[in-house]
């Protein structure tokens, strides 16, 4: 898949109050910079949990989401960062 990123990457929070909707973006790019696999939780804008998967150690997975929706990790090592599908 080729991107083009929309935003710096940063540190995912790690908790609801910490979520962020990256930027307003639609899709995300979540690398785990770490060893060991992490959750990641997609969540509506008022707090409501949508859905949860895990970033494989070293791996990245791409979230579509609404603008509004937020994101955030078990764990820092998560990095997310706005981008577009080319």
């Known amino acids: 898949m080729i991107i083009t990123i929309k935003g710096t990457e940063a540190a ?3 908790g609801s109050g910490t979520a962020s909707n990256v930027g307003s973006a639609r ?5 785990n910079a770490g060893g060991t ?3 990641v939780t ?3 804008s008022g ?4 859905g949860t998967f895990t970033v494989p ?3 990245v997975q791409y979230v579509r989401k609404e ?3 937020k994101l955030f990790a078990a764990h820092a090592d998560i990095k997310l960062a706005a981008c577009a599908q080319n």
């Open 12 to 14: 995912a929070g790690t």
């Open 27 to 31: 899709l995300v790019r979540c690398a």
């Open 37 to 39: 696999a992490r959750l």
């Open 42 to 44: 997609l969540e509506e």
């Open 47 to 50: 707090g409501t949990d949508i």
């Open 57 to 59: 150690a070293n791996g």
């Open 67 to 69: 603008a509004s929706d």
